[in-house]
C-alpha cells in the first residue's frame, strides 16, 4: 500500500503561482511513477502531470504545458507541482497518484491522495 498526502493549496489571483506537494508513505517510493489529475466541479477528472520512477520522463496535458511542472525528491518520498500563469480555469480539486507506469486514464492508477483545493480567482 501507498499512502499519499497533498499540501500547498489554496487561493490565487490570476497570474499567480502556487506549489502543491504530495508526501508518499509505505512502500518503496521511488518504484512508483506518480502523477496529478485535477477535478473541477461537474467535470470528470483528467490528467494534468506525471513523472517517470526515474524521474527521467515526464509528461504534462496541453493545457498546463509551460506553466506547471512536475518533480519529485525520492529523498523526501515527496512529489511537487509547480503551478505558474494560473488561470481560473485551473480552478478545481488536485489530486495526487501513484502507479507503477504512467498512463493518462485516471481509472487505472491504483493510489490516491484525499486531493487539496486550488481556487484562482479572477
Known amino acids: 500500500q501507498v499512502q499519499l498526502v497533498e499540501s500547498g493549496g489554496g487561493l490565487v489571483q490570476a497570474g499567480g503561482s502556487l506549489r502543491l506537494s504530495c508526501a508518499a508513505s509505505g512502500r518503496t517510493f521511488s518504484s512508483y511513477a506518480m502523477g496529478w489529475f485535477r477535478q473541477a466541479p461537474g467535470k470528470e477528472r483528467e490528467f494534468v502531470a506525471a513523472i517517470s520512477w526515474s524521474g527521467g520522463s515526464t509528461f504534462y496535458a496541453d493545457s498546463v504545458k509551460g506553466r506547471f511542472t512536475i518533480s519529485r525528491d525520492d529523498a523526501k518520498n515527496t512529489v511537487y507541482l509547480l503551478m505558474n500563469s494560473l488561470k481560473p480555469g485551473d480552478t478545481a480539486v488536485y489530486y495526487c497518484?501513484?502507479?507503477?507506469?504512467?498512463?493518462?486514464?485516471?481509472?487505472?492508477?491504483?493510489?490516491w491522495g484525499q486531493g487539496i483545493q486550488v481556487t484562482v480567482s479572477s
Open positions: 497518484a501513484a502507479d507503477i507506469r504512467v498512463v493518462a486514464a485516471p481509472e487505472l492508477w491504483d493510489y
